[in-house]
């Protein structure tokens, strides 16, 4: 177990890649900013930032290569937090 | 669980899975450290729109975009980090992390100039002009000054950790059969990274 770990190694040009998209999702959101979208704006920021997060866990963190467990309680902790805030704000809307 | 049966393993046994899932645990705590001011941040510019409009006026788009391209550029040389130690490149791996750690340097240095100018202003939450501040803009610069000063802690932590394990690659002690506790420090870097994407566009993007 100790000798044999499962290991993926993810080549320097792939972490490239995914620095390249992370830069190129900033410029949209800095873009996008510029625009009034009203309550949209804050939607689209959000996406943007999810994307990019999306990026860094699955290739930075190497979660796209980690075993079923530790994906499951990664999504679990997301599915806990997405819960909260739409309860609290199932009170404040209506 | 040893199968490679030399002495040493029998007795110092290893479990790298375990210290990965420890870190995990630890980052989730994290995530509701600060998932929970988000859910402050969210209410309290759902009930001040316009307030929360016009404290991110105050601040420069542009220095918060060049302290996001810092830190994902920190993120990506972490990366390599970590792939050059599993090449066994440990050379590479320290000069990536000082790459790393002069960046981190960097955002620490532009946002003590943001935050400078802040005081000047007398934005600080207990200074003059924020007490003429309406709630709303109060509260703004409250989390502005919270969250991130929070992560700037976090970035700090980060910083010394990685200090700490370039020391360890130098020793021998950290090295391609071995890298965890490199891989630990680099997810609690990438998370400190994924939790400023959220804070940039907040704080500074929309208005």
């Known amino acids: 177990m100790s000798e044999e770990k499962n290991t993926h190694v993810v080549s320097s040009q792939l972490n490239i890649l ?8 900033t410029l949209i959101t800095v873009e996008v900013a510029q625009f009034d979208f009203m309550a949209l704006t804050v939607i689209m920021a959000l996406l943007i930032a999810t994307t990019k997060s999306f990026f860094v ?3 930075f963190m190497h979660l796209k290569f980690e075993n079923v467990l530790l994906r499951w309680l990664v ?3 997301i599915c806990l937090f997405v819960a909260v805030l739409i309860l ?4 404040y809307l209506f | 669980m040893s ?7 029998q007795l110092f046994h290893r479990d790298d899975y375990a210290k990965k899932m420890g870190m995990w645990l630890f980052l989730f705590t994290e995530v509701l450290l600060f998932g929970g001011l988000f859910i402050v941040y969210a209410v309290y510019r759902f009930k001040n729109h316009e307030a929360f409009h016009e404290g991110s006026e105050e601040l420069s788009t542009l220095i918060g975009t060049i302290n996001t391209v810092f830190l994902l550029t920190s993120s990506l040389t972490v990366a390599l980090a970590i792939t050059a130690i599993q ?14 750690l002069v960046l981190a340097f960097a955002f620490l240095v532009n946002k003590y100039f943001e935050w400078n100018v802040k005081f000047e202003h007398g934005l600080f939450p207990g200074m003059e002009h924020y007490k003429m501040l309406s709630n709303g803009e109060a509260q703004f610069f409250n989390l502005y000054f919270l969250m991130t000063g929070l992560h700037g802690i976090h970035v ?3 910083g010394i950790l990685l200090l700490i394990i370039a020391e360890g690659i130098k020793r021998g002690n950290i090295n391609q059969g071995n890298y965890i506790y490199l891989e630990n420090a680099g997810l609690y870097w990438h998370l400190v990274d994924v939790i400023w994407i959220y804070l940039f566009p907040l704080f500074y993007l929309i208005t």
């Open chain 1, 18 to 25: 995914i620095w390249l998209d992370l830069l190129i999702f």
């Open chain 1, 57 to 59: 866990g699955s290739y």
């Open chain 1, 75 to 77: 999504i679990g902790v």
């Open chain 1, 88 to 91: 609290l704000f199932s009170d």
């Open chain 2, 3 to 9: 199968s490679e049966a030399g002495t040493h393993d």
């Open chain 2, 87 to 100: 090449k066994g490149r440990s050379k590479r791996a320290i000069n990536l992390i000082m790459v790393t």
């Open chain 2, 156 to 158: 700090i932590v980060g």
